[in-house]
């Protein structure tokens, strides 16, 4: 038995791999983050789909364990990439001791998109996410990591982390003129890019309230495009 790990890319339907869209061509049932998928891409499948939004892992896992043992094609959709900032390591190993191998598809990760959307390109580019599970209503933000890794005064893309924002500034060490930039959605067709400084961004966000599915990327010493 065999479970399909699809990088969706981004956001944009057509930025899914050909790989990763013939898969869900065929897929049986589809196992998928409401919240972080384009719903085109699921229009890609006539299989039977499972909203993965408020399920656990232990959830997941069974979803997958009773598709799989009635022999069909599953797929568990992710965004952007499946290896990236995602538990898939966890998955193989609890899967696989049910005798289900998961074979894993790379997908276009929204690190790309939000490059492209901001016209950027580093030689030495941070890319971290808030300790622990900051997705949790009752997440404690922890600073340390990420006050390490701005000292280091490079360009730095922070995901996961947008409705921790002000926690964040207030924890990097870069001067208040820094730029900043929030992406929401980078590639979608609500695309959303707002733009500050160290000293403002924050304000900002707070203001126009997104709190999820954006990522934050800090550039010193340089205006955006």
């Known amino acids: 038995m065999k479970v399909f790990f699809i990088g969706a890319g981004p956001g944009d339907a057509g930025l899914i791999t050909v790989r990763g869209k013939e898969l869900l061509e065929c897929a049986d049932t589809i196992i998928y983050p409401g919240s972080s998928i384009n719903a085109e891409i699921l229009e890609f499948s006539n299989g039977d789909k499972i909203n993965s ?65 901001l016209k950027i390109a580093d030689r030495t580019l941070i890319v971290t996410r808030p300790a622990g599970e900051p997705w949790r209503d009752d997440y404690r933000f922890e600073s340390g990591s990420i006050k390490g890794l701005s000292s280091h005064r490079a360009a730095m893309v922070i995901f996961i982390g947008t409705k921790h924002i002000r926690d964040i500034i207030n924890a990097i060490d870069h001067p208040p003129d820094t730029r900043v930039a929030v992406v929401y959605h980078a590639s979608w067709d609500d695309e959303e890019i707002i733009t500050g400084t160290v000293a403002d961004i924050a304000d ?22």
């Open 53 to 117: 939004w408020n399920l656990n892992f232990e959830g997941v896992v069974a979803h997958i364990i009773r598709e799989a043992s009635k022999g069909k094609t599953v797929v568990k959709l992710h965004s952007g990439d499946p290896s990236l900032f995602e538990d898939t390591s966890m998955y193989t190993r609890t899967l696989s001791e049910h005798g289900i191998r998961v074979e894993i598809i790379p997908g276009v990760s929204s690190l790309s998109a939000l490059a492209a959307s």
């Open 204 to 225: 900002k966000v707070e203001e126009i309230g997104i709190r999820k599915s954006a990522a934050i990327f800090i550039k010193p010493h340089e205006q955006f495009s």
